[in-house]
């Protein structure tokens, strides 16, 4: 099958500091893949390596078989960035409004896809309410209503969850289940949250800028022959020193 | 499309926030006014006692716009001076005139010392005219000089040549500040990134925040213009238009240059901090003070500053009647500072997407 991601041998540093090595990593249509590892560990840094934004020192991006950085393939790629990302002067509908106008929808398809996206993530009733009168976690759902506007294929997620609430997360969650399943997404999650690591199809974890276990929840536990993935973690990172 | 869509984005951000808009359109019509008043008020008459002095040389005191007190037997002249709220003190005997000043305000000094000069050296000349000729009373010869002025008249106030290089300097000022913490904004709250995982091309983000500002930039100008015109009478002896089209000029610049420095600051109190080293400058270059008279890396240092060019159109069109052509150098010279401020941001945009 395609590769919708392709990481291979990529290094990255910054000076001195080494913030990845040797990275290879692809993913598939129709699956969750979760980078796990420790704050700091270079997640982020992949991350933007695949949107783009940043650009490796050694090895090749491919994003639908696309050499990165390409500005057309950002059309295919819904992202949402560790912090909140959005404009607290405008409604939220202002936002979904503005986004989906840099990409290329027609008018009809743009009022179709902020009216999908914004019930999906439950801010309808909302959407005329000023940001910066958000919550949080409104906050949240709006970025990634954001990701979705413009139907991408491959949805990149750096931390979708972090400061949300058990039930939204669940439902977050949820969602992203339905968008592998139904519309056959590529979805890549960054996280640190073991249980949400769970309900990944693929996990590879990343510590200190490699990656350093790769394979399904069940048969990284196998591999290391614990019963939760933080077990793993644990295992995968003492073996480290 | 997308331009379109951030300039709307840029517009709509600056109108929820009433007290940028104020700070755009209101702030400059008064302070505006406020130099107005303070430059054109009314000049008050220096008061100059007096001892031992003839009738007719207080006339002549008196017509040259002095107000005089006569005193007699004043020992200490100093304390004649502070009790009596004078700026200055004549005391003739005989040939030997003295005058002394209070000095706490120079121009005032000065403009007394030439009036009182001028008058005594009338008088000298009177009475060797008379000793000559005893038929000719008045004393004509001096006031003989006819005046005329190449730029306004004999009523051009400080304010009138002082105005158009103020007009210039509010559309620099406010323009650079909001562009620059618009962009700096963007920054911070990391939608500058976001923005940029988006298929928009880096000059597409700079053209819309130069439309979008510049936007604002002329709606300020026109604003100005409108209100020095009305309600402060100021004269444009140009054209209107060219002073528009300076302004706008000058705003491009100011844009690019707000958002290039911008990528410098890490906070908006950071941006702020460039006001003295690069604002304050500007001023000093802009021709309030005489430039032929700074020592000549002091000349060259103006010569690289935009808003000398500014400035000097800006005069020119406003108070010197310039017309196109006359100013069309100092535009040239401001566009090509705003190319190259431009250049440099399409590269400092690089730092957060290499595309």
Redesign the interface.
């Known amino acids: 099958m395609e590769h919708t991601v392709s990481i291979q041998g990529v290094s990255k540093s910054y000076g001195k500091h080494v913030v990845l090595e040797d990275i290879d990593f692809s993913s598939e249509a129709g699956q969750i893949y979760g980078l796990i590892g420790p704050s700091g560990a270079g997640k982020t840094t992949i991350v933007k390596m695949i949107v783009g934004m940043d650009v490796p020192e050694k090895g090749t991006v491919f994003l639908l078989n696309k050499k990165m950085p390409n500005l057309d393939i950002l059309q295919q790629i819904g992202y949402m960035a560790q912090s909140d990302a959005l404009y607290s002067a405008l409604t939220g509908k202002e936002n979904l409004q503005f986004f989906a106008s840099l990409y290329k929808l027609n008018k009809a398809e743009r009022a179709e896809r902020i009216e999908y996206t914004s019930k999906l993530v439950n801010l309808t009733s909302e959407l005329n309410k000023k940001v910066s009168n958000y919550s949080g976690g409104m906050k949240r759902r709006l970025s990634l209503a954001i990701a979705l506007i413009q139907n991408p294929k491959v949805l990149i997620l750096d931390e979708p969850t972090v400061g949300i609430d058990p039930q939204l997360r669940v439902s977050i969650w949820n969602e992203l289940l339905r968008l592998k399943n139904e519309e056959d997404k590529t979805i890549i999650v960054t996280t640190h949250v073991m249980d949400e690591a769970e309900k990944c199809d693929h996990i590879s974890m990343v510590r200190e800028g490699s990656i350093i276990a790769n394979g399904t929840p069940s048969q990284l536990k196998e591999q290391y022959s614990v019963e939760t993935l933080d077990g793993v973690f644990l295992h995968a990172g003492g073996e480290m020193k | 499309?997308?331009i379109?869509?951030?300039i709307?984005?840029i517009l709509?951000?600056i109108v929820?926030?009433k007290r940028t808009l104020a700070l755009l359109f209101i702030a400059p019509l008064l302070v505006l006014t406020l130099m107005n008043l303070v430059f054109n008020g009314e000049t008050v008459d220096p008061v100059l006692g007096i001892e031992n002095s003839s009738e007719q040389t207080i006339d002549m005191l008196k017509d040259a716009d002095i107000n005089v007190k006569e005193y007699n037997n004043v020992s200490d002249v100093e304390n004649a001076i502070h009790k009596n709220n004078l700026d200055g003190f004549l005391q003739i005997h005989d040939e030997d005139q003295r005058l002394t000043l209070l000095n706490d305000d120079p121009g005032v000094s000065k403009s007394l010392e030439m009036k009182v000069k001028s008058v005594l050296n009338k008088e000298v000349q009177l009475q060797m005219m008379s000793g000559k000729n005893a038929l000719k009373e008045k004393p004509n010869s001096q006031d003989s000089v006819e005046t005329s002025y190449v730029y306004g008249s004999s009523d051009t106030e400080f304010f009138d040549t002082f105005s158009p290089i103020l007009v210039g300097f509010f559309v620099f000022f406010f323009v650079f500040l909001i562009s620059g913490i618009g962009l700096l904004n963007e920054r911070t709250?990391?939608?500058l990134?976001?923005?940029?995982?988006?298929?928009?091309?880096r000059g597409e983000i700079i053209a819309a925040y130069l439309i979008g500002y510049g936007l604002l930039a002329l709606l300020q100008t026109i604003l100005v213009v409108v209100y020095s015109i009305n309600v402060l009478d100021l004269t444009i002896v140009g054209s209107v238009w060219n002073v528009i089209l300076i302004n706008v000029v000058v705003a491009l610049v100011a844009l690019s240059l707000g958002m290039l420095l911008s990528t410098f600051a890490s906070s908006e109190f950071q941006m702020v901090q460039f006001i003295p080293l690069v604002i304050v400058p500007q001023i000093f270059f802009s021709g309030i003070f005489s430039i032929d008279g700074m020592a000549g890396w002091l000349q060259f240092i103006a010569k690289l500053m935009p808003f000398y060019y500014a400035a000097d159109a800006l005069k020119g069109v406003m108070y010197k009647g310039f017309n196109f052509s006359d100013i069309s150098g100092d535009l040239y010279i401001l566009l090509a500072f705003a190319a190259v401020f431009i250049v440099l941001n399409l590269f400092a945009l690089k730092r957060?997407?290499?595309?």
């Open positions: 499309m997308r379109i869509a951030l709307k984005r709509l951000q929820r926030d709250t990391g939608t990134e976001r923005l940029l995982a988006t298929p928009i091309k957060y997407r290499k595309l």
